[in-house]
T-cell receptor, first 112, second 114 residues
């Protein structure tokens, strides 16, 4: 069955650096991928959606790439700030498009 | 902005109790979902609904049921709570069309079953 793999280890970076998070998927290639941010004790919040025909998508300091050959999406936060510290979840539709499948998320910690 | 409201942030229940988790959305969304989230496992879909009085099983429906009597309200029911149902429960909604559109989540209910 389809799986989404995100690095389970926390990513620790220094303020001002670029954070890069990875999302890998198995089996079929989805038509699009979504990224969400989740703060402790809160529900996820939608950030970006990238379609399979879009190599790259940007929103302010966020950039997402989608490589269907590598079966991978990368999520970048440039000029990172302590306020960016959160867990970031990757998701894509199931093959029947009736639900979203989520990765377990990667926790990002940005240190001053 | 869309608001998805879950009735409780924290709940503590005893094994065997019947538990109701309530979710209300205020933007006339067609689709509503219940997920549970456990460390290392990510979000897993329990049940979803495309319309009033309609429900579909997700990936882990065992031990749960749902009710959607009104469009804005989707309830998750634990018929007889067990300790392995201790988890964070998240309700979500989407406007309509494909059920895999971006989700609007509530703040979650952290349920502890003792």
């Amino acid at each position: 069955s389809q799986k989404i793999e995100q690095n389970s280890e926390a990513l620790n970076i220094q303020e001002g650096k670029t954070a890069t998070l990875t999302c890998n998927y198995t089996n079929y290639s989805p038509a699009y991928l979504q990224w969400y941010r989740q703060d402790p004790g809160r529900g996820p919040v939608f950030l970006l959606l990238i379609r399979e025909n879009e190599k790259e998508k940007r929103k302010e300091r966020l950039k997402v790439t989608f490589d269907t050959t590598l079966k991978q999406s990368l999520f970048h936060i440039t000029a990172s700030q302590p306020a960016d510290s959160a867990t970031y979840l990757c998701a894509h539709p199931s093959d029947g498009y009736n639900k979203l499948i989520f990765g377990a998320g990667t926790r990002l910690a940005v240190h001053p | 902005d869309v608001k998805v409201t879950q009735s409780s942030r924290y709940l503590v229940k005893r094994t065997g109790e019947k538990v109701f988790l309530e979710c209300v959305q205020d933007m006339d969304h067609e689709n509503m979902f219940w997920y549970r989230q456990d460390p290392g496992l990510g979000l897993r879909l329990i049940y979803f609904s495309y319309d009033v009085k309609m429900k579909e099983k997700g990936d882990i429906p065992e031990g749960y049921s749902v009710s959607r009597e009104k469009k804005e309200r989707f309830s998750l029911i634990l018929e007889s709570a067990s300790t392995n149902q201790t988890s964070m429960y998240l309700c979500a909604s989407t406007p309509g069309g494909g059920a895999s559109e971006k989700l609007f989540f509530g703040s979650g209910t952290q349920l502890s079953v003792l």
